[in-house]
């Protein structure tokens, strides 16, 4: 028998067409998502300082109202830089392993990097924004 193609078959070589798109972008998603399950897991990343550490030892001796206030602000700048200063090469080494790890399962994909970390503007202990983006 030959096959004729009619209105019916055609909307269905659409669906499947459309199913397996949608397919290969749940496919995508997970792998995306086992990645990152995985960098949780290798990077639980445990800064060796607290709130302490980051205010540091606070004396009032001689110091009222905003005197304090501003001596204050700047112990607390020298303090985020120190402590910057130390987390930059793990830092650098996260952003490495995070982008190497979602591109060898999306090669398609789109890694950056955003937020306060990627300007140089976070706190001591903050978060690496990630975005990434799949092609259409």
């Not at 269905?12 to 399950?37: E, P």
């Not at 402590?83 to 060898?104: M, Q, Y």
């Amino acid at each position: 028998q030959v096959f004729k193609q009619t209105k019916n078959t055609k909307q269905l070589d659409k669906c499947a067409s459309s199913v397996g798109a949608n397919f290969r972008i749940m496919l995508a998603q997970t792998k995306l998502l086992l990645v990152l399950a995985m960098l949780m897991v290798l990077f639980q990343w445990k800064t060796n300082h607290d709130l302490g550490e980051v205010l540091g030892e606070r004396k009032y001796l001689g110091c009222r109202g905003v005197t304090c206030l501003g001596r204050d602000i700047r112990m607390f700048e020298q303090r985020c830089k120190d402590i910057r200063r130390r987390e930059a090469p793990l830092r650098l080494s996260i952003v490495r392993t995070i982008r190497k790890l979602v591109l060898g399962a999306l090669p398609e994909a789109s890694v950056q990097f955003a937020g306060s970390s990627a300007l140089g503007l976070s706190l001591p202990n903050a978060d690496l924004d990630v975005l990434v983006t799949l092609p259409r």
